[in-house]
């Protein structure tokens, strides 16, 4: 469990790193543009991500990844 834990911990971090390091000025772009909505857009974009995230780990598990 902790094992799949740190795993999933490194993979965003690596993810992030990615980012940041590829394309910053994306990275601000997109900050920019998330200031600009309302706070319950941020809210139910927020809730989106949680949503597709619970998804993709739920389908992981179900097709064998929680092995």
């Known amino acids: 469990m902790m094992a799949n834990l740190a ?13 940041w390091a590829l394309a910053p000025g994306l990275v601000e772009d997109l900050l920019q543009a998330l200031r600009r909505l309302s706070l319950d857009a941020r809210r139910a974009l927020g809730l989106a991500a949680l ?17």
């Open 7 to 19: 795993l999933a911990l490194g993979l965003v971090l690596v993810i992030e790193g990615l980012v």
């Open 51 to 67: 949503a597709f995230g619970v998804a993709l780990i739920w389908a992981a598990y179900v097709f064998g990844a929680g092995m």
